[in-house]
C-alpha cells in the first residue's frame, strides 16, 4: 500500500534561514508527488508538484526516487512562509487513475523574525 | 469564479444524531472528492466521484457514512449514526481531470463535533 511520511510534524527556523520539508514516500509504481499547503485560516491549497519542475514562491521540491523522498526545500525562509505544509502522493491504480490524494501528516512551519 | 464550498462550516451533534454536510464543486469540473482529517493524524482520502459516479469509495469507513451526487453537481455525505470517532475536519475538493493530473481545489472543511 501506499504511504507518505512527513517525520517532523514542527519545524522552526529564523528568517533568511534555510528549509528543508522532509517527505518520503512508498509506493513500487510511478506515484505524482505533491506539495500542498494550508496558510492561516486559508483553504488548503497546491504549492508545487513534481511533474511540472517549477519553482513556486521560492520553493523546489525534488523526486528521488532512489531514495523515494520528495522534499520541499527554500534557501531563504520569510515570515509568510509559516504555514502547515502536507506531501500527497496519487498514483494509478488499476482502473482509477490518479485520483485519491494519500497525504502525509503535515509539518507545522513557523517562520520566526 | 467561486470556489468549493462547504456547509455547515461547523456541525455540533450528538452520538446517534444525523448529519449532513453539502459541497458546491467549482463549475465544471466533473471530479469531486470528500478527505476527513481526524485530531491528531493525517488528511484521509474517503472517495472520489467523476460526475454522478463514485469511481472510488475505498476509503470510507463503514457503512455509516453515505455520500451522494445526484446530477453531477454538488455532493452530500451523510453520517447516520454519528459517533464519537466521527469528530474531525471534512474536506471536499474538486478538480477537472483526476487530482493526480491537475491541481485539486479544496474548500473550507467542515468541522464536526460528535458529543
Known amino acids: 500500500a501506499q504511504r507518505v511520511t512527513q517525520p517532523e510534524k514542527l519545524l522552526s527556523v529564523f528568517k533568511g534561514a534555510p528549509v528543508e520539508l522532509k517527505c518520503n514516500y512508498s509506493?513500487?509504481?510511478?506515484?505524482?508527488l505533491f506539495w500542498y499547503v494550508q496558510y492561516s485560516r486559508q483553504r488548503l491549497q497546491l504549492l508545487l508538484r513534481?511533474?511540472s519542475r517549477e519553482s513556486i514562491k521560492g520553493f523546489t521540491a525534488d523526486l528521488n526516487k532512489g531514495e523515494t523522498s520528495f522534499h520541499l526545500k527554500k534557501p531563504f525562509a520569510q515570515e509568510e512562509d509559516s504555514a502547515m505544509y502536507y506531501c500527497?502522493?496519487?498514483?494509478?491504480?488499476?482502473?482509477?487513475?490518479?485520483?485519491?490524494?494519500?497525504f502525509g501528516q503535515g509539518t507545522i512551519l513557523t517562520v520566526h523574525p | 469564479e467561486a470556489g468549493v464550498t462547504q456547509f455547515p462550516s461547523h456541525s455540533v451533534i450528538e452520538k446517534g444524531q444525523t448529519v449532513t454536510l453539502r459541497c458546491d464543486p467549482i463549475?465544471?469540473?466533473?471530479?469531486l472528492y470528500w478527505y476527513r482529517r481526524v485530531m491528531g493524524k493525517e488528511i484521509k482520502f474517503l472517495l472520489h466521484?467523476?460526475?454522478?459516479?463514485?469511481?472510488?469509495e475505498s476509503g470510507m469507513p463503514n457503512n455509516r457514512f453515505l455520500a451522494e451526487r445526484t446530477g453531477g453537481t454538488y455532493s452530500t455525505l451523510k453520517v447516520q449514526p454519528a459517533e464519537l470517532e466521527d469528530s474531525g475536519v471534512y474536506f471536499c475538493?474538486?478538480?477537472?481531470?483526476?487530482?493526480?493530473?491537475?491541481?485539486?481545489?479544496f474548500g473550507q472543511g467542515t468541522r464536526l463535533t460528535v458529543v
Open positions: 513534481h511533474i
Open positions: 466521484f467523476v460526475k454522478e459516479s463514485k469511481q472510488d
Open positions: 475538493a474538486s478538480s477537472q481531470a483526476p487530482a493526480g493530473y491537475t491541481e485539486a481545489f
Open positions: 509506493y513500487s509504481g510511478s506515484p505524482e
Open positions: 463549475s465544471g469540473h466533473d471530479n
Open positions: 500527497a502522493l496519487s498514483y494509478n491504480a488499476g482502473g482509477t487513475s490518479y485520483g485519491k490524494l494519500t
